[in-house]
């Protein structure tokens, strides 16, 4: 299968960054992204953990989820990203402190 215009092959695990946005002065901002590819045939699913900033314990389902997977005893394809929300995560906020300008009070 291709993730992110890279190959992850039967049976293979990745981590890799993939850039999401920028911020108003061009500095990428990326989020890592897990996958396991299980040998057997099987639904792709995706877990997103850290949409709010402050709450941790999806990250952690994520990362000991795709870290304990056998792909040799695995139908289908985990594709996980740990924090999906970097921005409010680094900022130890529930929301992105970044907003567009319409929303700030
Ligand atoms: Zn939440």
């Known amino acids: ?7 992850l092959g039967i049976g293979e695990r990745t981590t890799l960054r993939q ?3 920028s911020y108003p ?3 990428p ?3 890592a ?7 057997g045939d099987g639904p792709v ?3 997103l953990g850290v949409q709010h900033g402050d709450e ?6 994520v990362n000991r989820l795709l870290g304990g997977l056998d792909p040799e005893s695995l139908s289908g394809t985990i594709i996980g990203v740990p924090v999906s929300n970097p921005l409010a ?8 402190p970044l907003r567009p300008r319409a929303t700030r009070t």
């Open 45 to 47: 699913i995706s877990l």
């Open 19 to 21: 850039k999401v946005a």
């Open 56 to 61: 941790y314990c999806g990250m952690e389902v």
């Open 1 to 7: 299968m291709e993730l992110f215009g890279r190959s």
């Open 89 to 96: 995560f680094n900022a130890g906020m529930r929301f992105s």
């Open 29 to 31: 901002i990326s989020v």
């Open 25 to 27: 002065d061009g500095t």
């Open 33 to 39: 992204v897990r996958a396991v590819n299980g040998v």
